[in-house]
């Protein structure tokens, strides 16, 4: 069965950086896309960014651009994401999930358990 | 980006009974290859997401047919048949259609 295991919680400082993994299992990892979205608490779902296992290519949402790094090591099936510059606004679960593609991009379908980021001073 | 709404945000239902979530978004999802590109998922408490409807109004692997998706353009709607206790969560629509994917503020059924 499909399943994406996301690492463990993280207690940041502001102005640091989180790097959060995603190992996925059950399906061939290159045939499909991982996708990034945070839930802060309280707000609803937040698209961050997806990325295409086969090839690596990117595609960030405009609001993290600048502060956000998704890779992947195929070897390893694993999938990263890398926030920097965090502040307190960023406390929020990060869930990494599986991307079906069809004609115009890709679209979560399975997701991770998520990981809690606490940034902290 | 495209702005998601929903309607309503909180939904009492009775076991038995149907009920139905609708979403609007600000503009037409329906790509030219003639699919819309609205998800649909659920987050039942302390859970991830889980996707029920793909494409406006098919169903995802596993999800029981009790479920459907409907709509067209800038106007869906989610539909139980009849609503099981195991139904409760919080609802979201997502569209797909154009970067960023953006989601619904979330509708949240539990049991009256």
């Known amino acids: 069965q499909v399943q994406l295991v996301q690492s463990g919680a993280e207690v940041k400082k502001p102005g640091a950086s989180v790097k959060v993994s995603c190992k996925a299992s059950g399906y061939t990892f290159s045939t499909y896309a991982i996708h990034w979205v945070r839930q802060a608490p309280g707000q609803r779902l937040e698209w961050m960014g997806w990325?295409?296992?086969?090839?690596?290519?990117?595609k960030y949402s405009q609001k993290f651009q600048d502060r956000v790094s998704i890779t992947r090591d195929t070897s390893a099936s694993t999938a990263y994401m890398e926030l920097s510059s965090l502040r307190s606004e960023d406390t929020a679960i990060y869930y990494c999930?599986?991307?079906?593609?069809?004609?115009?991009?890709?679209?979560?379908?399975?997701w991770g358990q998520g990981t809690l980021v606490t940034v902290s001073s | 980006d495209i702005v998601m709404t929903q309607s309503p945000l909180s939904l009492p239902v009775t076991p038995g009974e149907p009920a139905s979530i609708s979403c609007r978004s600000s503009?037409?999802?329906?790509?030219?290859?003639?699919?819309?590109?609205l998800d649909w998922y659920l987050q039942k408490p302390g859970q991830s997401p889980k996707l029920l409807i793909y494409?406006?109004?098919n169903r995802a692997s596993g999800v029981p047919d009790r479920f459907s998706g409907g709509g067209s353009g800038t106007d869906f709607t989610l539909k139980i048949s009849r609503v099981e206790a195991e139904d409760v969560g919080v609802y979201y629509c997502m569209q797909a259609l154009q970067a960023p994917p953006t989601f619904g503020p979330g509708t949240k059924v539990d049991i009256k």
């Open positions: 990325i295409n296992a086969a090839n690596g290519n990117t």
């Open positions: 494409m406006g109004s």
């Open positions: 503009q037409s999802l329906l790509h030219t290859s003639g699919y819309n590109h």
């Open positions: 999930a599986r991307g079906y593609y069809y004609a115009s991009g890709s679209s979560p379908d399975y």
